[in-house]
């Protein structure tokens, strides 16, 4: 069962453009959602989260937008840097007696300078 | 900056042979997990560990698979005897669950021959 289904698989954006990468989720019981990213031959980095009762958060140059209703969220990566080149996950996770985080597939996104 | 710590950082063994992965988690954080990510796939959860004991485990940790907190800072995953399929990245995480901001180690990656 694919709890968060993340798309698309791979983007390529130019430096200074806006990087967008979505997820939808199944479980209503979910009420944390955080994004990783992820280098090559690394762990993966909490870079920025959201809970349900807010529909958007910004950190810097990232930005999650959620839609509790459609049961979605996103990621928007602004003025993006050849330093985002990365693989980002969403993941979701329940309530604080269920810890685990059910991670999407990734995006892997290229920035060309 | 605290931050989870794992060792080795690469392991090769022969099918059939027990491994023992380690990590450390940050030091005031009560709950621990493990994750595995095969290459080029997503993150998969494999336990959860709270209070000296597993919280929860998916399908993928079968008998094989222990989970132990020997001496109150590692945090050890013991494969009994790996198969080929067990090839993957293992992440060792953390949180200290007031939020659930799980911090991830660097990774092992093990390799099974």
């Known amino acids: 069962q694919q709890q968060v289904k993340q798309s698309p698989q791979s983007l390529i954006v130019q430096k200074g453009g806006i990087s967008i990468i979505n997820c939808a989720y199944e479980n209503t019981a979910f009420d944390y959602f955080p994004w990783y990213q992820q280098f090559p031959g690394k762990g993966p980095a909490l870079l920025i989260a959201i809970r349900p009762d807010v529909s958007e958060k910004k950190e810097g140059r990232f930005t999650i937008s959620f839609n509790k209703s459609a049961k979605q969220f996103s990621l928007h990566i602004m003025d993006s840097q050849p330093g985002d080149s990365a693989t980002y996950f969403c993941a979701a996770s329940k309530d604080r007696s269920d810890y685990k985080l059910s991670f999407g597939a990734g995006t892997t996104v290229t920035v060309r300078a | 900056e605290p931050e989870v710590t794992q060792t080795p950082s690469h392991q090769v063994t022969q099918m059939g042979q027990e491994v023992i992965l380690r990590c450390v988690p940050i030091?005031?954080?009560?709950?621990f997990y493990w994750y595995r990510q095969i290459l080029g796939q997503k993150v998969e959860f494999l336990v959860s560990?709270?209070?000296?004991?597993?919280?929860?485990k998916s399908e993928i940790f079968d008998d094989q698979f222990s989970v132990e907190r020997p001496d109150g800072s590692n945090f050890t995953l013991k494969i009994r005897s790996t198969k080929l399929e067990d090839s993957a990245m293992y992440f060792c995480?953390?949180?200290?669950?007031?939020?659930?901001?799980?911090?991830f180690g660097p990774g092992t990656r093990l390799t099974v021959l």
């Open positions: 995480a953390s949180t200290s669950g007031t939020y659930n901001e799980q911090f």
């Open positions: 030091s005031n954080h009560l709950y």
């Open positions: 560990f709270y209070n000296n004991e597993i919280s929860e």
